[in-house]
């Protein structure tokens, strides 16, 4: 993995910005031991385990991306889709542990919601995050169902389904955990 | 069936109400056409199908009992989940169509949902309804999924994993399209 | 179903354009006799089954949306997402029969693959197509799996797995069969 | 874990009952750890890898919850439901390895059972514990489903099967392995 | 079908019995209707749809095969494993409507069930009963889950896999609804 | 486990043999400390993992248990039928290796085929090893599925389908890997 | 169907044979009416329901490409796929009804079987056969699993897992009751 | 696994090439101490985690297998299909990374595709790879899904149904991750 970061970073003609999904400590220090100012500036994302190295940041996409999730334990796919985002230049904010079983912690947001130019909502066990927001903004939204539950929900099969089935009519999905799809979709129809 | 019926309204000493679940006019006439008083004032109930004979009113449960629904198709399984309810002796509400893709319809009505002792809540699809409604009230929630819906939905399985995995702790499940069954548990529950 | 599009055509305030998917003859000639100049102008559609009423015909959506599909079978999807899209106030156009396995037939429609804004894939079997057309362009790609095929096609599972695991980041899915929600999403990003 | 505890104990206001499931004994050090009265009062419960710390011993539930299970591998689970309704404020009891295959351990044990307020049924491989409980008392009967088996248990999903098919009419279904969220909705309906 | 009966009473050297299983009135007319003194001597039966026409009445089988069942609507294939059984020449008995959740019903027939040398026992549902009968007797008991049921019984899948993991280590299985392939096996071993 | 085998040979009155099955090196040498004539005689089959104590060499079954294997990674299972076989009192024989691919290497055994009074069949991957060994002989058949394979034999699921299909009508089938049961099963055949 | 018939028909230039699968008596009226000498020479195959149109007779195959089949409702695949080879301009024989269940029948023909250069092998239920017929011959088995079967069959899916779990080596497998993609790809393999 | 290496290396009669799969370091340098000439010249593929021991190398396939793979992780089973068909004596050449979101890399390799006389096409996630290369040859295609890819890939049942569904009719499939048998048949269909 280092291995290709460094190739990355040898190519001197392009200059995009460089992001590992689902990296380590160990691979992070790998990176920083490649040398150079870009390897220096590398940042490791505990709660994704992403790392990024940022060499431009100017904004191409025309609004914000914004990433809503539903429970603690969906934040590190939620995170993985927030610096997708942002590497990819794009305004990107979050909304954090808004599940529907505490339908006013999202409500209260709802400004946030309404801002926003395309909607990445990140949800496991059940994954009805979706279809609520879906039904408070005009925008697309991207759902993506995260492996989290156990039992019932079937490494994710649960909100995915719940997605797919999905009553609003603006939600598309993606596959389950899949943040950085999610922020890849969202960053092309920002480009738009 | 209608024989079944026959037998039962000829039973003397036992006078318990009677209910058919998922009958249809030929079984309904064929019912009217046994005779005597309580055949007579036997009634059709097209959205549900079901058929009833009211020959006791005494209310023996404690507190309402609301049946809540997502979508316009799910209303013949709530009707049945409602008709059950009442013929065992209990007063029951109901709340149509407030699917989560609207949530300020079924925002408007928690004074509704908070006076209700048992809530029977049923969808179809994505079924997400009883996660939000349980969030939003501290007694115990029957969960009904429907075979409504197409594609992923797989027969009511998408609606079923996604009330099994529900983030709120007072919801219970019943299986696929049982209105009945979860009016059997919320009428036995209302009785304590 | 005639009733509802009735108690639409009645309401003068709003006019939008009506639509009625999966509809069939008997429908629409219902639809025909509620009378009235709109009613009259109804058109049915014998490959999507669909039913409009087009009664305005402004152009909302800033682009072009592309209908893509593979096999003949799968054309009564892809037509009701074409029509959906029409009748959402966008420029909607159409590439038939360009499945994977004449690959050359998609090809020499590059440039009109190039040009749309956003594309809609529509796909049975393997459902491989959006994971090619999401190759060619740089645009959102709405991926939707129908139920065309038999045996191992699961009614449209094996497209919907095939889909929810393209290797091309720009493709986003919804239901088997959905094309109505695949229009609906395509268009709320043609009018960002 | 411990850090969460131990924000949990410094809430001075609030004096609830703690509880953490699926905890081990270095969890529990951790919480030993943190140091007052409250968290040296903690209790490590084996079979269940659950972590009490008793604060109020008040009673709020009417009647006796009790958890019943079906074979000594159940026993974690039925452990998790037992120690949540006790400490949500319930009098809970318990009837252990009274599976269906000797099916006179249970009957021995039908005054316990029909003593109970709401019953728990813990159950892995086919399930049919609930049904046979169900079929001997009138009060609600919450049943959890249990991933113990192998080969066509598939993770529990035989035992959940069973039990949404259950043919008594008293019987809803959680999730499986779910003892804690049973225990929510017991001690939700012993306080009606 | 009935041509191939008619082949089979035309062969004089073998004297079988003949067993038509999942017939209808028709195919018995045309049975009837090939002449000749066994052809008049068959039978239609109605809950189960076979035909049967006895030849030979010889008891070849040591004991008696009983098949149990569990409700009204697993009778059919009851009937099917019943009348199979006799014609290969075994004495067997039946003992219906005796499910789990009315266990008493089945605790009153303990001295049938221990009379008998095989069981077979049929279930939908959540397929209980076969370990309740395996914990009350020493032989052996062939399970047969049938597709009675609705939503997440899946044809039969549900009762499958509850008598597959039985905890009865007497139990086996056999195919959904296969009433015939029961009575095959417990003929064989009855033989022995 | 070492306890339970312990508690097991302190019951003086009951001088059954003592089988653990799925065991290791560990258990076994745990077993052996336990002291006494006994224990000492304990025997670790490393092939199944099995631990046995032979208390009792009456042979009580009437004819001889065949368990017969399709591959070599099926032979654990296999070892435990024989073992636990023997162990309930039988003569138990082996025919290992004898899969369908190789039919001759079958054939070539059918006299001890038809000498067996019950046959243990235990097969992964395909499963089919049972269908054939059932059309050879006129006893039954215990089919035991193996999680052999990889892919889609998803964990014996293929095996065990295979076998609930068969077109021999004397098999029936426990659960996947489930070599103990099918020996009851056969022993408890055997005894008839 | 008839139309797209008459069209190819029409077409001087290319004279291919032509093959309608799946038709019926009602298709082959309309296909004779179209006119012409080549309209009144097509042939209807009840078993298969395949109507041919025979223009060219030639033989391109280099070897012989032998249908084996399992039991008597296997045989309309099987079919479709004999005349598929044989419009393709291949020799093609079949041996029909050689389950594995009566191993003999399939052994008496091993000379047939030896002399075929590409086997195509149709089964239902467990789908046992092309792994047997797989050890006989030292050429390529493609194995087509029907839905053929009830209960566990699941529409075939039991005779597919089974085929890709198959021991021996040269089996490959194609969509469930593809009988015209079996021969597809013998008659491709045929003219190498 | 050396032990079975060292006995096939003794038998002085047979000099086949040796081939050990999924193997690694430890049983390579085990299969070297074995000694001799031949272990001796044992080499272990890294990639593939295949040995092999080369004692032949006579050609006796006719043309060129080619092994074409779609992504880079699918490069193991390719490796080990690649491997198989050159120890089993056929030329055998490979085309990686030409996975169809990238349609062009593929089409550049034409020449080489038509030249193969079989081909072995690896893909994992959609598994669309093989419909692709069917449509562009006319040689027989033998697909191999592998079990790359998270979430809904489901451990390659997503490649594999894609490919059961393929819409070129001359592609067959093996099981997941089967790169062994794909290079059998192709090797079997190769020396025709």
Same mark, same amino acid.
């Given at each position: 993995?280092? =291995? *290709?970061?460094?190739?990355?970073? @040898?190519?001197? /003609?392009? @200059?995009?910005?460089?992001?590992?999904?689902?990296? /380590?400590?160990?691979? &992070?220090?790998?990176? #920083?031991?490649?040398?150079? #100012?870009?390897?220096?500036?590398?940042?490791?994302?505990?709660?994704?385990?992403?790392?990024? *190295? %940022?060499?431009?940041? =100017?904004?191409? !996409?025309?609004?914000?991306? +914004?990433?809503?999730?539903? !429970?603690?334990? /969906?934040?590190?796919?939620? %995170? =993985?889709?927030?610096?997708?985002?942002?590497?990819?230049?794009?305004?990107? %904010?979050? +909304?954090?542990?808004?599940?529907?079983? !505490?339908?006013? @912690?999202?409500?209260?947001?709802? =400004?946030?919601?309404?801002? $926003?130019?395309? *909607?990445?909502?990140?949800?496991?066990? %059940?994954?009805?995050?979706?279809?609520?927001? !879906?039904? +408070?903004?005009?925008?697309?939204? *991207?759902?993506?169902?995260?492996?989290?539950?156990?039992?019932?929900? &079937?490494?994710?099969? $649960?909100? +995915?389904?719940?997605?797919?089935?999905?009553?609003?009519?603006?939600?598309?999905?993606?596959?389950?955990?899949?943040? &950085?799809?999610?922020?890849?979709?969202?960053?092309?129809?920002?480009?738009?």
């Amino acid at each position: 993995m280092a =291995e *290709i970061v460094r190739a990355m970073l @040898r190519r001197k /003609d392009s @200059r995009h910005n460089i992001l590992v999904t689902r990296g /380590d400590k160990k691979i &992070f220090a790998a990176v #920083k031991r490649t040398g150079g #100012k870009d390897a220096r500036s590398a940042k490791f994302h505990e709660l994704s385990g992403a790392i990024t *190295i %940022e060499r431009i940041q =100017e904004i191409t !996409g025309k609004g914000t991306i +914004l990433v809503v999730s539903a !429970g603690t334990s /969906d934040i590190p796919v939620a %995170e =993985e889709a927030l610096l997708t985002a942002r590497m990819m230049g794009n305004r990107a %904010e979050h +909304l954090y542990d808004v599940g529907v079983a !505490g339908i006013h @912690r999202l409500l209260e947001h709802r =400004e946030k919601l309404t801002q $926003a130019r395309v *909607i990445i909502c990140v949800a496991g066990m %059940e994954g009805a995050l979706p279809s609520v927001v !879906g039904g +408070l903004v005009a925008v697309p939204v *991207i759902a993506v169902p995260t492996s989290v539950g156990y039992g019932a929900s &079937f490494g994710g099969v $649960a909100a +995915l389904l719940g997605m797919l089935n999905s009553c609003s009519s603006n939600v598309t999905v993606v596959n389950i955990d899949n943040g &950085f799809g999610a922020a890849c979709v969202a960053s092309c129809i920002n480009r738009l």
